[in-house]
Nanobody, 115 residues
Framework: QVQLVESGGGLVQPGGSLRLSCAAS????????MGWYRQAPGKQREPVAS???????TYADSVKGRFTISRDNAETTVYLRMNSLKPEDTAVYYCMVNRVGQLYWGQGTQVTVSS
């Protein structure tokens, strides 16, 4: 089992920045991918950014150039730096870990972009 604890969400004005963190614990060996998804009200959960074990990153088109995914050297914490936030970025953000084909999810953290 893998446990994920997210932090860093909140209310921010348009154009502002936030950094989300996700700390993984438990059976974190053999983790293939760590990443972030989000779900806005009335919409399906969608991928935002991910990083493979080898460090390859992917981003949704809507966040390219504004969001940056990174992780610590121990590969137990993944971050999402969000710059130039827009109202349409408002959603619950979920951390995701893919461990040998099994997906694990965090509890979610609310990000609200509003003036």
């Amino acid at each position: 089992q893998v446990q994920l604890v997210e932090s860093g969400g909140g209310l921010v004005q348009p154009g502002g920045s936030l950094r989300l963190s996700c700390a993984a614990s438990g059976s974190i060996f053999s983790v293939n991918v760590m990443g972030w998804y989000r779900q806005a009200p009335g919409k399906q959960r969608e991928p935002v950014a991910s990083m493979s074990r080898g460090g390859v990153t992917t981003y949704a088109d809507s966040v390219k150039g504004r969001f940056t995914i990174s992780r610590d050297n121990a590969e137990t914490t993944v971050y999402l730096r969000m710059n130039s936030l827009k109202p349409e970025d408002t959603a619950v953000y979920y951390c995701m870990v893919n461990r040998v084909g099994q997906l694990y999810w965090g509890q979610g953290t609310q990000v609200t972009v509003s003036s």
